[in-house]
């Protein structure tokens, strides 16, 4: 069973648009969720992620993911995309209960001038 | 700043022979990991450790072995390479015992052609 799902291998946005990527998890008890991107020729780098607590989470270069427990989903977002935010985007989910960590299979987003 | 090497950007090995990947972590953290990144597959887990001489399974084992005898090292090994192995290895750590709250750093990856 898919542990953690992007449901969209690319995205397309218009430079200025909001941006979104989707990802939904299916693990027990309560994960913890992540967002990462790769630019290209370049490692991963961690974004954000939720722990506890508020639902809306704030990570680095203007990004946001809303964790949704009631449809158990954590979309990352921007208000306003940029052309270098052009890359490939990871959710990842860390679950204590059954010892394991997962990776989504990557979202490619490019940004259009 | 968390600084995560691994020991080649790119390596070209022959079918059969024994491969190893080396990563190096310089902060400390319990939590060291391998994936594998290929397209349209993501990044899939080989295995992880959360202590020295420790060891857990990830989602595809199979054809790997590890070995991590300081807390700073984690080492990959095919024991036979074989072609279907080629793809990008990524090395991660992070801090906490097992799957935690806490983020993962990543190397800059291997890229392993199996020939």
């Known amino acids: 069973a898919q542990s953690v799902a992007q449901p969209e291998d690319q995205v397309n946005v218009a430079e200025g648009n909001p941006l979104t990527v989707k990802c939904t998890y299916s693990?027990?008890?309560?994960?913890?969720l992540f967002w990462y991107v790769q630019y290209p020729n370049r490692g991963l780098q961690f974004l954000l992620k939720?722990?506890?607590?508020?639902?809306l989470v704030k990570g680095s270069y203007g990004f946001e993911a809303e964790f949704n427990k009631s449809q158990t989903s954590f979309h990352l977002k921007k208000p306003s995309a940029l052309v270098s935010d052009s890359a490939l985007y990871f959710c990842a989910v860390s679950e204590p209960a059954g010892n394991q960590f997962y990776f989504g299979t990557g979202t490619s987003l490019t940004v259009i001038p | 700043d968390v600084k995560v090497t691994q020991s080649s950007r790119y390596l070209v090995k022959r079918t059969g022979e024994k491969v190893f990947l080396e990563c190096v972590q310089d902060?400390?953290?319990?939590?060291m990991f391998w994936y594998r990144q290929d397209p349209g597959l993501g990044l899939r887990l080989i295995y992880f450790s959360y202590d020295v001489k420790m060891k857990e399974k990830g989602d595809i084992p199979e054809g790997y072995s590890v070995s991590r005898e300081k807390k700073e090292r984690f080492s990959l090994i095919l024991e036979s390479a074989s072609t279907n192995q080629t793809s990008m290895y990524l090395c991660?750590?992070?801090?906490?015992?097992?799957?935690?709250?806490?983020?993962?750093?990543f190397g800059p990856g291997t890229r392993l052609t199996v020939t």
């Open positions: 991660a750590s992070s801090r906490g015992q097992g799957p935690s709250s806490y983020e993962q750093y």
């Open positions: 693990v027990s008890g309560n994960p913890y």
């Open positions: 939720y722990i506890t607590g508020d639902n």
């Open positions: 902060m400390d953290h319990e939590n």
